[in-house]
């Protein structure tokens, strides 16, 4: 029988994924995995694998079935609360996802362009009258995602600072789960009254359009709550280590800047390679066949999402960042029913972004070698937690 293995985590490179990753891919796609709860469950690390399970009905992200593969909070998993749509199945998931589908529609996202295009003139500005040197997580890549979510939810200006704060805890990997609790029940109760004030006097956003629906004031404040930590966490990340990658791949950087109506492939390329998700988790539901291996109903299955996106047998040359390699079809939003609901969202930002940032800037450079470069390996979402960069003033 083969030895269960645990998570590997640490990356050898800002880029790139563990390296156990790719031996575990090429000779055993599904091994059988120990988490620290004591379970035991399996690790999948396959492109064609991973969209199996995400897209099998079979294995279900159901919180209160889900091992985690990086933590143990020593308590029973519980149910979702109301609204938590990422951690239930269909058909609550379907319903959530029904009602959430009309507003990010790929229409509205584009619609929303011009004024996130506005959003990033605004911070590039800033940069160029404050000078160099600068932190772009500071300066550039978290505060766009957060202007632009929480304007999409109607978060007041005044508001953001506290839901930000209390957010960045919950991602933490670090944090106890009593603290993750504390800080989930402040934005909880900071969504809730959002969600009171949008019902007594609704405006153009999406918690006020969701308002006129059958959802409760829990559920919508649990939903807040998702699309609030997923915008900002996520593209952030991207904006930031993408500018790492581009500033540390200057033959890559040229083509960004040589051909800028590549920028769509570009984007995607990013995803695929840096692959900031960790993971994601499913539970199988009943014994059912995966890769050849008889999983047992219960048993949670671990999906590597950088393991999957450097796989060779569906993207040639996977460690080589290429921005002109067609990387459609990469796992980065995850794949299936619960494919991401904002990717469309992140999508817009990160094209709007990158270009603007390096044309602003055409002498953008990092201000610190490499290898200071803070990382986020505390964090839940790979990234880092600042990025000094300097440039020419002309």
Request: aromatic share 6%.
């Amino acid at each position: 029988m083969t030895e269960a293995i645990t998570l590997p985590t640490e990356r050898p490179t800002p880029f790139d994924p563990p390296i156990e990753l790719a031996g575990l891919r090429e000779t055993r796609p599904i091994t059988p995995m120990a988490y620290p709860d004591g379970h035991r469950g399996w690790l999948v690390t396959s492109h064609a694998l991973v969209r199996e399970v995400l897209a099998d009905p079979r294995f279900s992200a159901r919180a209160e079935l889900r091992h985690r593969p990086t933590e143990a909070s020593g308590r029973p998993a519980e149910p979702a609360p109301p609204g938590m749509f990422i951690s239930t199945d269909a058909p609550t998931h379907t319903r959530y996802r029904h009602l959430l589908t009309g507003e990010f529609t790929v229409r509205r996202m584009r619609l929303l362009t011009e004024r996130i295009e506005e959003v990033t003139r605004s911070y590039l500005d800033a940069m160029e009258r404050q000078g160099p040197p600068a932190d772009l997580v500071e300066s550039f890549a978290a505060p766009i995602p957060a202007v632009v979510i929480c304007e999409l939810l109607g978060v007041p200006e005044s508001e953001r600072e506290r839901f930000m704060a209390e957010s960045a805890t919950l991602m933490r990997a670090d944090v106890p789960a009593e603290k993750k609790a504390a800080a989930y029940r402040t934005v909880q109760l900071h969504m809730t009254e959002l969600v009171t004030a949008k019902r007594a006097r609704p405006t153009d956003d999406i918690l006020s359009g969701l308002t006129r629906s059958d959802l409760t004031d829990e559920e919508l404040a649990n939903i807040g709550f998702l699309l609030l930590g997923s915008g900002l966490d996520t593209t952030a990340n991207m904006l930031a280590l993408g500018t790492f990658a581009l500033l540390t791949h200057p033959d890559q950087l040229a083509v960004l800047r040589a051909e800028p109506d590549r920028i769509d492939q570009v984007v995607e390329e990013l995803l695929r390679h840096l692959s900031i998700v960790p993971f994601l988790v499913r539970t199988a539901l009943e014994d059912l066949d995966l890769g050849g291996r008889t999983v047992r109903a219960g048993e949670s299955v671990t999906l590597s999402i950088p393991a999957a996106n450097r796989d060779p047998g569906r993207f040639p040359d996977p460690d080589h960042l290429d921005l002109r390699r067609p990387a459609g079809g990469h796992v980065g939003f995850g794949h299936g029913p619960h494919q991401c609901l904002g990717q469309q969202l992140a999508r817009v930002e990160m094209r709007a972004a990158f270009p603007a940032l390096f044309a602003r800037f055409p002498s953008l450079r990092l201000a610190a070698d490499p290898g200071e470069v803070p990382l986020r390996d505390d964090m839940l979402i790979h990234g880092v937690h600042g990025l000094p960069v300097t440039w020419d003033v002309r």
